[in-house]
C-alpha cells in the first residue's frame, strides 16, 4: 500500500471517527433535553411551593413589622 492510500484510509477512518462522535453528542444532548422536557412539570411545581412558601413567610414579616 502506498503512502497516498493510506494517507487516503486514515483520513476516511478519522473523518468516520469524526461522524460517529457528532452522532453520538447529538443523541446524549437529546436525551437531555428530553429528560429536561419531561421534568418540567414538577419542576415548576416545586417552584411555585417554594414561592408560596417565601411569600407567606415575607407576610408574616410583614405584619409583624407592622404590629410593632
Partial sequence: MGFWD????VWQ???SVR?????????D???RVNE??????SILNELEKKNDAWKNEYEQIKKNDENK
Fill in 13 to 15: 477512518v478519522r473523518t
Fill in 36 to 41: 429536561l422536557k419531561a421534568n418540567i412539570p
Fill in 19 to 27: 461522524i460517529q462522535r457528532g452522532i453520538e453528542s447529538y443523541l
Fill in 29 to 31: 444532548e437529546q436525551k
Fill in 6 to 9: 493510506t494517507f487516503v484510509r
